[in-house]
């Protein structure tokens, strides 16, 4: 049984592609579509049809432009093409044949017509065209319009970019808004479950006592997360209310140490530091680079199940060749879950959470709430403001055999 022969019909319009596809099986022949000049192009490179019927008009690039790219492939340039259009621009044909094209057909589609071409194009092949100034002139048409068209596309992507950087500031100016507005009423919330506590009818009642502490304790987690959202807007603008001074990243790490000690301890998680000795003075925001490094442990933390290992080393690293200065190379690691490798850039953006990323509780773990997935973003925000650069390392999700995760922040020294 003999293979049919393959048409690439690249044309935007379903109804069309539809006709051409029932015309064409018809008379035994294979159809594969494509719905834009890029789709085009890359369908042809990637199956090298026998024949391809090209639109010219197309959304993205027009057909002269697809052609001219098809007929810039070695493999293609004995693969006939027939150019299929609607326009009555007095020199298509012409353009046509000189850019590479060796068939050109008016819609509506005759369908004798069509069948005819098609069987004609493919027994013949590709016939180079033997006037080459008409070639040259045409190419020469054919590149000012595609100059045209990437001019074109350029303006509609700025004006998309300008677009989104309103929306983008209109989002922080609307999370700014909010989060002002909550943290009045959260602020009451918490004076007043402190004042009911203190009543002596709510005092001697246990069961009254436990609910208050389950408000106090979801209001707290509420203004958490307000914080978290105010402080992505200040990192967003690269730090430009912190105050930088010389910081020992000895001391930041020592008081991390000592908030989050509570934390391991009552989930049975070794947390331990490794700090060199030598280790010279960063410049920075010291509340910041407390804020950033917390928030990586207790995210190591987070992921690694009771009676697991965090561990916080750091070094410095003496400046290299390529290097205007030495750095502090920090590395928290962890023995928890891990983090796939698929997910391991996009921990770092904004509500980036445990639901999304695969780093997800198991039947062995006792992990902490989840959050609002800005822990991280907050922290790169932080590191990026410092010049500083701050990455993971991970073999990959695991929650049975817990691989670990090693994330590395390096900062510039004075």
Known sequence: MTTPQTILNVEDVKENRDLIRRILESEGYQVIEAVNALDGIARAVETTP?????????????GFTAVTRIRSFKQLNHVPI??????????????????????????????????????????????????????????????????EELERKFSELQLAYDRLKQFDSAK????????HELRTPLTVIHS????????????????????????????????DIVNDMVSVIRVELAGSDFE?????????????????TSVAA????????DVAKDLPMVSGDVKQLFSALSRIVGNA????????????????????????????????????????????????????TASNTALHSTSK?????????????????????????????????????????KFYILLPTM
Not at 88 to 94: F, G, I, M
Not at 172 to 179: E, K, L, Q
Not at 375 to 399: M, Q, Y
Request: net charge neutral; proline share 3%; aromatic share 6%.
């Open 50 to 62: 026998d024949l391809i019927l090209m639109d010219i008009n197309l959304p993205d690039l027009d």
């Open 82 to 147: 027939v150019a299929l259009t609607a326009r009555t621009v007095s020199n298509d044909r012409e353009r046509a044949k000189a850019i590479g094209c060796d068939g050109y057909l008016n819609k509506p589609v005759d369908f004798d017509e069509l069948v005819e071409s098609v069987a004609k194009h493919i027994r013949q092949g590709h016939k180079k065209d033997e006037h080459e100034t008409t070639r040259e002139f045409y190419l020469k048409e054919q590149t000012v319009s595609l100059i």
């Open 172 to 179: 922080n100016d609307f999370i700014s808004v909010v989060s």
């Open 192 to 223: 007043y479950t402190q004042m009911l506590k203190m009543l002596p009818a709510i005092s001697k009642d246990k069961n009254a006592q436990e609910l208050i502490d389950g408000v106090t304790k979801g209001a707290r987690r509420m203004q």
């Open 244 to 260: 930088f001074s010389p910081v020992s990243m000895r001391s930041v790490i020592r008081t991390v140490e000592n908030e989050q």
């Open 266 to 273: 009552e989930r049975k998680i070794t947390l331990t530091t």
């Open 301 to 352: 933390l987070k992921y690694t199940p009771d009676g697991g290992k965090v561990t916080i080393s750091a070094v410095h690293l003496p400046k290299g060749s390529s290097d205007s200065h030495s750095f502090v190379q920090i590395v928290i690691a962890d023995t928890g879950v891990g983090i796939a490798l698929e997910k391991q850039k996009m921990i770092f953006e904004k509500f980036a």
């Open 365 to 405: 773990t006792q992990f902490m709430g989840s959050g609002a997935g800005l822990g991280l973003t907050i922290a790169k925000g932080i590191i990026s403001a410092h010049k500083g650069r701050i990455w993971v390392e991970s073999s990959g999700f695991d929650p049975e055999n817990f691989p670990g995760s």
